[in-house]
């Protein structure tokens, strides 16, 4: 029987690294042809490079989810190219640790710019094609922070909440146009992320250790493509997903607490810049 995702034509962003190029690797195995985007490039080639030596079919583009008109272009040459687009997953996305009263205006649209109107953008270049294809699914990557309101990566947390309102709002509009939207909403993962993203008088290697653990890519990649397949509407690939969710929703006073205490450890962790 052939794979759900066998022949599919899916674009994926932000598939350098991390979940992205876990999802790329995991469709390609499942028989869909991946497009890679990614500002790293070189990362995204490679990717590409391995999977087309282990039998699979794949691309990378270079793309800059912060350029509206470059993420046009490339949704547009994915389907000149190959006459469809089954899959966007808008996946891209960027994270500061910091105390709010540390995050200068300039980290907040950083954040924003990438992690929310990244998903605009592509959503704008992609939703209307596939209206007029009849089908294909827009699949949005928030985090548990898009549910919950974590401390400390309060941009973050800002993005990944507008992510998920703007999937589920849209996902109710698409679907009598023959368009499926799902937001993914990850735990902690295994990805480049933690080392990658920014921190702002704060202790980094502290930070890090206080995650208490973290799941692989490739385990979360299948999980995902699980609920894309079944069109699920919030998908939370990690096991911590839908317990930290479910107290949360139903103990918020409990959940408060434990948010209270998580700041008041990582202001434990802070680094008072010299005076100047």
Not at 153 to 166: D, E, F, P
Not at 200 to 207: C, E, H, P
Request: aromatic share 8%; charged share 25%; with cysteine.
């Amino acid at each position: 029987m052939a794979d759900h995702f066998s022949g599919k034509i899916a674009l994926v962003t932000g598939a350098a690294s991390g979940i992205g190029r876990a999802l790329g690797e995991e469709l390609c195995r499942r028989g869909a042809h991946s497009i890679l985007a990614d500002v790293n490039i070189e990362g995204a080639e490679l990717c590409a490079t391995e999977i087309c030596t282990a039998g699979g079919s794949a691309e990378a583009v270079n793309l800059d989810v912060t350029d509206a008109e470059a993420v046009r272009k490339v949704v547009e040459k994915t389907v000149a190219r190959h006459k469809r687009i089954d899959y966007l997953f808008n996946n891209a996305g960027i994270g500061i640790g910091a105390d709010t009263r540390d995050t200068a205006l300039a980290d907040w649209k950083r954040v924003i710019d990438v992690n929310l109107w990244g998903v605009i953008y592509g959503i704008d270049a992609a939703y209307s094609i596939m209206i007029d294809q009849g089908f294909g699914h827009i699949i949005n990557t928030a985090s548990m922070a898009g549910l919950i309101p974590f401390p400390v990566i309060t941009s973050y947390t800002a993005s990944k909440h507008a992510v998920v309102g703007l999937s589920l709002a849209l996902r109710a509009e698409a679907q009598d146009l023959g368009v499926r939207v799902s937001v993914i909403c990850p735990g902690f993962v295994q990805t480049g992320i933690f080392d990658a993203s920014k921190t702002i008088n704060i202790d980094r290697g502290k930070m890090i250790k206080e995650i208490p653990f973290a799941f692989p890519a490739d385990f979360t990649a299948r999980r995902i493509l699980k609920g894309v397949r079944r069109n699920w509407a919030v998908i939370t690939p990690t096991p911590d997903g839908r317990p930290l969710w479910w107290v949360y929703r139903t103990f918020p006073w409990l959940f408060t607490r434990f948010l209270r205490k998580m700041i008041r450890d990582v202001r434990k962790m802070r680094i008072e810049q010299p005076e100047t």
